[in-house]
């Protein structure tokens, strides 16, 4: 037979009272369970805020946690000011995932509680992403000051002085901290931590060995300290380096990051023989082991050491000459250096069934035309078409070749091919109405634009290249305006459509509002040739002359080499306004 929801609360009351809860008021005990009460007589008013949180203890076993987030709601109704009952409310919020009211519950805790630690803990756990870095400082400070040996604040703290570049305030936290936690390893490495960013490598040393006395086994510390070895050539730090690299292979033997870099120092040590066995050993589990290359893209790639990334990809590639990934990222890493002819090389190895084969073949064409070979690109790019006649950014880029060279019916062409098995791509869609403007067929670019709008009304792109082309030709103002405005909410940052913005409202007449926007669209743009020039237009219009001088001279400063016909212009508005002065 089961137990009654009262059977349980009566055992479990006098329990509650010994452990917890001598902050919640107990006004009556409880004698039948919230569901029974009517009839038994006993008045919801006459149960305490004890009845309610046992309650929604019982919930919470049972995981009915919108029933325990009644009983919670209920207790506090009888003890508002109750701490735990808000901090255990919040919990289960979060736990049903709704952050937003968790956090308003967060906030008037605090208010409430500006001295509990635990409050201010969880407040900052849920404003971590959004509370500016003033505040977040200020909260983690008072935590400091509440309770000065919170170890998680301290290492909070610090790691955001470190993110922001604060170091002074960072070393001064985190000398403070070894002098509270001396025997606490985590302290030694973050002062370690700082001490390199402040190029302090004795100091670093220091703090790292000390870490390593107290937790033998770290590996991290010692990465640091192959990095402090690797400053000076010498031949005694060469020979530290290698030490501590076996280190940690003795810690962890399949530790991936110190594997390639022990290889790496062979080679770069002219232990060459060593160097070529460990780079075989390593490159023949690529293929099993994944992850070991996702190490070596991390270190060397990301990290930005591509010369290393070279090295270190050409060498696995010895044991496995055919495998995509590795040649992909030694392709990756010389396109970095602007070595272009030996990424190509490395990028043409790779297998149609890879991942990343679509993005090689965009790539590679891209490249052809950086080294000059543009006729060797779109021979290339072609030849893929044919080979993939459905795929999309194939099509898109191709035509985009075909763009650049004015063979606009070429490119129209292509895409409206593409169109005939993907009606409904806007990628395409909107690419084919840029194009059909550029060759002039303004008509049909309009359409194709509204197409796209009707297809997916919140296409920013779309909206703009509409509203502005309406304004460009100074029709349609009203209409234009809205497109443009639609856009704009959309995409409220973005310098293109603010200028669209700035331009609609220069040519209805109203230069105020025009310069407004497209002074920020200036700003946003860094000046960019065609937006400065439309500003200086509406400085002139303003009657801001020496404002329009300066701002059509520093279009001109932005323009490029193929604006010759906008350079053309603004070389007329320089020499018209200076003949004026």
């Given at each position: ?6 059977s ?18 107990q ?49 506090l ?15 289960l ?18 208010e409430?509680?500006?001295d ?29 000051l509440?309770d ?25 936290l ?11 390893y ?8 700082v001490y ?27 990465f ?92 696995l ?19 970095a ?26 790539s ?12 060797t690109?779109l ?83 779309a ?6 082309t ?22 409220p ?26 002074e ?25 002359l ?28 320089i ?7």
């Amino acid at each position: 037979m089961k137990k009654s929801l009262i059977s349980i609360l009566l055992i479990l009351i006098p329990v509650f009272f010994l452990t917890s809860c001598t902050e919640l008021k107990q006004n009556q005990k409880p004698s039948e369970s919230h569901g029974d009460q009517k009839k038994i007589g006993v008045e919801e008013n006459n149960l305490s805020a004890n009845y309610y949180f046992l309650e929604s203890r019982i919930h919470i076993k049972d995981k009915a946690y919108q029933k325990a987030i009644f009983s919670l709601k209920k207790a506090l109704e009888k003890d508002p000011d109750s701490f735990i009952l808000t901090r255990d409310l919040i919990r289960l919020y979060l736990r049903q995932n709704d952050d937003k009211t968790a956090l308003e519950l967060a906030e008037e805790l605090v208010e409430k509680n500006p001295d509990n630690v635990d409050g201010l803990l969880l407040f900052i756990q849920l404003k971590k992403d959004t509370i500016d870095e003033k505040k977040m400082v200020e909260t983690l400070n008072r935590i400091l000051l509440l309770d000065p040996k919170n170890q998680e604040t301290f290492l909070r703290l610090g790691k955001l002085y470190m993110e922001t570049k604060n170091t002074a305030e960072a070393l001064i936290l985190f000398k403070k901290m070894v002098e509270q936690f001396p025997d606490y390893y985590v302290a030694w490495f973050y002062l370690g931590e700082v001490y390199m960013t402040e190029n302090q490598y004795a100091l670093a040393k220091t703090q790292f060995l000390k870490a390593i006395e107290l937790e033998p086994d770290l590996v991290e510390p010692r990465f640091q300290l192959i990095k402090i070895y690797s400053i000076k050539n010498t031949k005694e730090n060469k020979k530290k380096i290698l030490e501590t690299y076996k280190e940690i292979l003795e810690i962890e033997p399949d530790n991936h990051r110190a594997l390639l870099g022990m290889a790496l120092h062979y080679y770069r040590t002219n232990m060459k023989k060593e160097a070529q066995s460990l780079f075989m050993e390593l490159g023949q589990d690529v293929e099993s082991d994944s992850r070991l290359v996702m190490v070596a893209f991390d270190e060397y790639i990301s990290g930005k050491k591509y010369k290393d990334a070279i090295i270190v990809f050409s060498q696995l590639l010895k044991a496995d000459p055919e495998n995509s990934t590795l040649n992909f990222f030694t392709g990756m890493a010389y396109e970095a250096i602007d070595d272009f002819k030996n990424a190509i090389s490395y990028y043409l190895k790779i297998n149609p069934d890879h991942a990343q084969y679509k993005k090689t073949i965009l790539s590679i064409a891209y490249l052809y035309k950086q080294v000059g070979e543009e006729e060797t690109a779109l021979n290339f790019l072609e030849n893929k078409y044919k080979a993939f006649p459905k795929d999309i950014d194939i099509i898109t880029y191709l035509a985009s070749f075909y763009e650049k060279d004015t063979h606009y019916e070429k490119a129209i062409s292509l895409l409206k091919k593409g169109l005939e098995d993907s009606p409904e791509n806007t990628s395409l869609l909107f690419k084919l109405g840029a194009v059909q403007d550029k060759a002039g067929l303004k008509e049909d670019s309009i359409n194709t634009m509204k197409k796209v709008i009707e297809i997916d009304p919140k296409d920013a792109s779309a909206l703009n290249y509409l509203g502005y082309t309406y304004a460009d030709q100074g029709i349609k103002l009203d209409e234009a305006l809205l497109l443009i405005k639609r856009a704009y909410e959309i995409r409220p940052d973005d310098g293109y459509i603010i200028d669209s913005l700035g331009w609609v409202y220069y040519q209805q007449g109203n230069y105020e509002k025009a310069v407004e926007y497209l002074e920020k669209a200036a700003e946003i743009t860094s000046f960019e040739t065609i937006i400065s020039d439309h500003l200086g237009d509406a400085y002139h219009k303003a009657n801001q002359l020496e404002k329009a001088l300066n701002t059509y001279k520093k279009a001109l400063s932005n323009a490029k080499e193929e604006d010759k016909k906008i350079v053309t212009e603004l070389k007329k508005k320089i020499e018209a306004l200076e003949k004026n002065k």
